[in-house]
């Protein structure tokens, strides 16, 4: 009796607990059937495409490109990004031949595209080949994953005042006035030190001029004149009296030369007319026996010169007179001043017989004079021509850049239109002044 009541409790309690386990087994399976059911609705919903930078809205069609950004959610890898634009019809992008968009390890994207109305980003497998063009977006295609259609932006912004277009030529026309401003002031000054130097240089010459006049041609006029008086007294048949008269004819020669001389340094003052006076006083100066007919004419607005310049431009215009008339037995010289607005030009010419060409590196005095003037010529900057005709005369031309002849400043005769260009003609009868209209 006591066996068999032992041996039913036993058998109720294995029963209860495979009936536990059946049940723990059956709720494990429903929580995996859920779990499943849940990864693969989630893995079938999980990829998607959107937009972090949209172009704006235009019909401009391919013409202008701009960048165009998104984000990708869910990609798998090899997966890319095919980009459409609308204009009109839907243009595949960036390029036909190279259509796709990589996804960055951030799961971003970005490219250029051409503007238009709408744009569309498609998420694609590995092996689609999109259209070139095409009239309707691609859809309903197993390779197309996830797709995005957006509209461009509308975007009324109100430039600012920078990016305006007034702004932009105040600034470029405000720019070049400050560089004008600059090169004036520049200018200024280095006029203003140049012209203290002329000043000073013409001082000295003043002062050099002075020097010779009261010591060294004094002093040698007075030893000629004592000199005079000393062969004066002298018995004609002295032999030494002809070596008298001979250092006396070169004791007048060098006073002569240095009375020159000192014209040639005080001749030009501040006033730029009297360049033209000293030109029409070379034949007087030089005292010319035979009869030459000088003529002179002025072109042009007579505008003030730089003192050193112009005691240059006198010296060299000098030079090229005094080999006229004393060494090209000529008939007829003239000497042509022509103020022109990118140039100084001293032109002189003569009707005599020439200048040897053979003879220009000879060293006579005339050539040697040719080149010494082709020296100061050089020295300021000028240009120096000699032309020779063998029948017709000899033309020299002298030509100064207007920047290193004029002086900053207007013309010394401003009613130009009135009074037109002066020629001056100085022949045996005097100075005589011609008005001449310009063209």
């Known amino acids: 009796m006591r066996k068999a009541s032992t041996t039913v ?43 972090s930078r949209v172009p704006m809205v235009d019909e401009g069609g391919t013409g202008k490109m701009v960048a165009i950004e998104g984000r990708v959610t869910g ?10 634009a609308r204009s009109g019809a839907w243009y595949v992008q960036p390029f036909t031949d190279q ?43 197993r390779a197309i994953i996830a797709r995005a259609v957006v509209k461009g932006e509308v975007r009324l912004l109100v430039p600012m005042f920078w990016e305006m277009w007034w702004f932009r030529l105040s600034s470029g026309l405000a720019g070049i006035l400050a560089l004008l401003a600059f090169h004036h002031l520049r200018l200024s000054q280095m006029t203003r030190q140049l012209n203290a130097r002329f000043e000073e240089r013409l001082v000295e010459r003043m002062r050099i001029a002075q020097e010779l006049h009261d010591t060294l041609l004094q002093g040698v006029l007075s030893a000629s004149m004592q000199l005079h008086v000393a062969v004066e007294r002298l018995p004609q048949d002295s032999p030494v009296k002809e070596q008298l008269n001979h250092v006396q004819r070169l004791m007048g020669w060098v006073i002569e030369e240095g009375q020159k001389t000192v014209r040639g340094l005080r001749s030009i003052t501040a006033d730029s007319l009297d360049l033209e006076q000293a030109f029409s ?88 004079a ?58 045996a009868s005097g100075l005589k002044r011609v008005t001449k209209r310009d063209n």
């Open 370 to 427: 040719l080149s010494e003037m082709r020296e100061r010529a050089e020295k300021i900057g000028a240009r120096l021509k000699v032309r020779n005709y063998a029948a017709a005369g000899t033309e020299v031309e002298l030509s100064v850049p207007s920047k290193v002849a004029y002086l900053n400043g207007p013309s010394i005769r401003p009613l130009r239109w009135l009074t037109g260009s002066a020629l001056w003609r100085a022949g």
């Open 281 to 368: 006083n070379v034949q007087k100066e030089l005292a010319i026996q035979q009869q030459i007919e000088f003529h002179m004419i002025v072109e042009g607005q007579p505008r003030l010169l730089h003192p050193i310049i112009r005691d240059e431009v006198y010296r060299i215009g000098r030079g090229a007179l005094v080999n006229a008339f004393r060494q090209s037995h000529a008939r007829n010289v003239e000497i042509e001043l022509k103020y022109a607005a990118r140039q100084l030009r001293i032109i002189v010419r003569n009707d005599g017989p020439g200048l040897n060409s053979q003879a220009l590196t000879s060293g006579q005095d005339e050539y040697s």
């Open 9 to 51: 409790p036993l058998t109720l309690e294995n029963s209860a607990a495979r009936d536990l386990m059946r049940r723990k087994g059956l709720l494990v399976l429903i929580c995996c059937l859920l779990l499943s059911g849940c990864r693969s609705g989630k893995s079938s919903t999980a990829a998607s495409v959107e937009f």
């Open 75 to 84: 990609a798998r890898p090899g997966q890319q990004i095919v980009l459409f």
């Open 99 to 141: 259509p796709f968009t990589k996804i960055q390890p951030d799961s971003t994207w970005r490219n250029s595209t051409h503007l238009g109305t709408e744009y569309a980003a498609l998420l694609v497998e590995p092996g689609y080949y999109p259209p070139a063009k095409a009239d309707v977006l691609p859809t309903g295609e």
